[in-house]
């Protein structure tokens, strides 16, 4: 008997492994166990190791939406900002438009 | 139940959102001249960051005249508050931060108040994400574009669409999100886990069905 056979306790059921993927995933290890029994049950079951790589990949995704998206408020929104801003702040001359269109 | 209000300037090191906030050229003055009054200086600071705020509101909130009118709320806030800017932390994590808040007290006002927000942000069953203990699907790597990930995104329930965004996509930290939403840290990483796993329900849907599924569920 291995070191680390020794160290694995009774395997345990994907119901349970899945139980533990939110702690697993919020201890910034980003799914990958320390435990020697998790470890082993993702190296042995092949659909355990499809899901955690699939929310992987969703983690690391979700950063491509980070940046803006080509969508921005139509004008109104300015155009009531800029009668409201106008109003309350005694600002007499707020632009028509916005002075640049990018961000 | 009232929100709980969170620090504009945050009071400890958040790398994440410092990283993605480099200076805007320009900006700094426009801050001061706006501090001072300046209308060409308010309409600049819109310009810069009218995207930024108007994409969150639209994720957080999934409705464009919703999210429309909280971009409103947003900007009109910042021009009435711009004097309390120190510069502690980068504008644009400032102005995100605002955002968050309104965006939370507005939903709070639509009807979270009433009862606990572990609660209303959990989704009913159907759209629970289904366990998965036996199937052999493909994988997602690799097969998922922006615009997808957009739809999906935008498909999810609400409480779990909020934890995402916050989380996954704008790097909030659970103990910043359960502070924000007023719940356990447990339920920030749970609703979190969930989130991703209704996601990767709808992606795969997505990547078999001719009409993909983030387009049904997001036109429901």
Redesign the interface.
Known sequence: MTQNDQNLSAPISCADFQERLPDLFASGSNGVPDDLTLQHHLDTCENCANLVRDLQYIADQARMLLEPAEEEPSPGVWANIQSKLSAELAIPELPLTPKLQTD | MTLQAVPIAPSGPAPSLFK?NPPIAGEAEAIESAKA?D??A???L???????V??LC??MLGNVSE??DM??EA??HL??KIGSFRGESAFSTWLHRLTVNLVLMQLRKKGLQLVSLEETISPTDEDSPK???????P???GS?D?VT??RA?AALPPGYRMV??LH????YE?NEIATMLECST?NS??Q??KA??K??EL?RQNGQSSQPAVLKEAAQ
């Open positions: 993605r009054g209308a060409e308010f309409s600049k819109y310009a810069l960051h009218k995207r930024r108007y994409t639209l994720r999210a429309e971009t409103q900007f009109l021009f009435r366990r998965d203990f036996g199937s052999r699907d994988q997602l790597t998922v922006r990930l957009e995104v995402f965004v996954d996509v704008e790097g659970h447990g990483k749970s979190l886990h991703r796993l996601l990767r992606l």
